[in-house]
């Protein structure tokens, strides 16, 4: 008896998780914009960064080590093989993960965005500005 009740609790849980709401495509356009400028600002400090280091490390003796251990990295088989096995798994996840994003951004929009919503939009709005000296998206 006991067992029949949990499998039928069991199953109206997950009958119950397959219902989840989707989001607006309003609410979809903004997380993706938001997004888009995030890897935007990441790229930027990542090109910056490089740049950096690459006229320290020009002319010492340990630049030249890192220059050539990298140059080593991409003629290496075993890494190329590594990066194209990871490229691979990132390309065949990528359905399920945009899958488990949506399924999110609709229960956060069902469920929260009601009660959190407008502080967060507050909060981003607030943030932006002090980003965009910091951390900009683009060259200035």
Do not use: W
């Amino acid at each position: 008896m006991k067992l029949a009740l949990a499998l039928i609790v069991a199953l109206q849980v997950s009958v119950c998780l397959c219902d989840l709401p989707q989001p607006s495509k309003e609410l979809v356009d903004k997380y993706t914009g938001l997004k888009e400028t995030f890897l935007k600002r990441i790229v930027h400090f990542y090109e910056k960064v490089h740049e950096s280091l690459e006229t320290l490390a020009e002319g010492t003796i340990t630049g030249d080590k890192a220059k050539e251990l990298a140059e080593h990295v991409k003629s290496d088989h075993r890494a190329q093989a590594i990066g194209k096995l990871i490229s691979g798994l990132a390309e065949d996840l990528d359905p399920l993960v945009e899958k488990v994003r949506l399924t999110g951004l609709g229960v956060y929009e069902e469920y929260l965005r009601p009660h959190i919503g407008e502080q967060l939009d507050h909060f981003i709005a607030s943030v932006k500005p002090v980003l965009d000296t910091i951390l900009p998206a683009e060259e200035s």
